[in-house]
């Protein structure tokens, strides 16, 4: 069974669209997250949830907005994509905020900007 | 973000060495994490050390922590072309904030 499970897998898309990706965890932690992975492998956080409360939001661009429709999902919506949104996301999630007993990741979602 | 350091940025060794790799960070911290990054994968959880533990083992992993000089290291033994990935520590503050390390591309030749 998959813990963290993140859908594309890879995204190919036009400057200008508007995209989402999906993810969902089975390991019934409280907390999940968005991380941007750039081509130097430099991991940035983008936002946190807590039982669907947003307790981390970074300064990324008001384009990028979460939705949290339960605690084991947390979905990214991208508007307007610029070629600079093109990045490797991970989901990830931790058993609470504390952070104190690790992440689990997804695979990623590989997005590319055309 | 703010960004912990690693180093080496890369570390290339033959099968069968000891791999060693460092991690500093900046403020007082709660626990320490690695994590391994296979190319194109998710990170996996690899040990987590606590702010009051000074060494802990996992298999033929060995971390251990200094909180006076504020760093870590990952000690890889006898190690295996399965090895090879990208290495990251990342430091848990006191605000409960998971700060990253840029990571060390682990190559293990045959």
């Known amino acids: 069974d998959t813990a963290v499970s993140q859908t594309p897998k890879y995204l190919v898309t036009q400057m200008g669209n508007d995209k989402s990706i999906k993810c969902e965890q089975n390991?019934?932690?409280?907390?999940m997250y968005w991380y941007k992975q750039d081509s130097k492998k430099f991991l940035k956080i983008m936002f946190s949830?807590?039982?669907?409360?947003?307790?981390i939001n970074e300064t990324v661009p008001n384009r990028f907005s979460p939705k949290s429709p339960d605690k084991a999902h947390l979905n990214l919506h991208i508007n307007s994509l610029e070629l600079g949104d093109s990045a490797v996301y991970f989901c990830?999630?931790?058993?609470?905020?504390?952070?104190?007993?690790?992440?689990?990741f997804g695979s990623g979602t590989r997005l590319t900007v055309v | 973000s703010q960004q912990g350091e690693e180093d080496p940025q890369a570390l290339s060794i033959q099968e069968g060495e000891n791999a060693t790799m460092n991690c500093s960070y900046k403020t007082s911290i709660n626990n320490l994490q690695w994590y391994r990054q296979n190319s194109g994968r998710g990170l996996v959880h690899l040990i987590l050390?606590?702010?009051n533990e000074r060494e802990k083992h996992s298999g033929r992993l060995r971390v251990t922590l200094d909180t006076s000089k504020k760093s870590s290291s990952l000690l890889i033994t006898a190690s295996r072309a399965a090895d090879t990935a990208s290495y990251f520590c990342?430091?848990?503050?006191?605000?409960?904030?998971?700060?990253w390390g840029a990571g060390t591309k682990l190559i293990i030749k045959p």
């Open positions: 949830y807590n039982n669907k409360e947003l307790i």
């Open positions: 390991l019934g932690h409280d907390t």
């Open positions: 990342a430091s848990l503050d006191s605000n409960y904030q998971l700060i």
């Open positions: 990830a999630s931790s058993q609470d905020a504390t952070e104190a007993y690790g992440y689990t």
């Open positions: 050390i606590r702010s």
